[in-house]
């Protein structure tokens, strides 16, 4: 079966580094909108980045200057570097896809579990 694919997560010191991925088929494409959101244990899910079909990226203003997100063509991956991690940031990390991506398309992925700590 088809399916939405995250990866990455782990366990990261305080200031350290981490990439995600999201992978799919058409998860790159130019027509797909995706996002990442976020949810901490006992917290409410909060959105953290959009990739848009023209191209432009959006962010949580506490993540602006740490995360990027950026997309693979040649794999159908989109990413989310994080830099700078800090405690917060600790949460289950989810890739949503929209109306254009494919087989998944408005589609959640099962998410991957990134923890920031000493």
């Known amino acids: 079966q088809v399916q939405l694919v995250e990866s990455g997560g782990g366990l990261v010191q305080p200031g350290g580094s981490l990439t995600l991925s999201c992978t799919a088929p058409?998860?790159?494409?130019?027509?797909?909108?995706i996002e990442w959101y976020r949810q901490a244990a006992g917290k409410q899910r909060e959105w953290v980045s959009r990739?848009?079909?023209?191209?432009?990226?959006s962010y949580l203003w506490s993540v602006k200057g740490r995360f990027a997100i950026s997309k693979d063509k040649g794999n159908d991956t989109v990413y989310l570097q994080m830099n700078g991690l800090k405690p917060e940031d600790t949460a289950m990390y989810s890739c949503?896809?929209?109306?254009?991506?494919?087989?998944?398309?408005?589609?959640w992925g099962r998410g991957t579990q990134v923890t920031v700590s000493s």
């Open positions: 058409g998860v790159s494409s130019d027509t797909c909108k």
């Open positions: 990739f848009s079909p023209d191209g432009t990226t």
């Open positions: 949503k896809t929209g109306r254009y991506c494919g087989p998944r398309s408005n589609y």
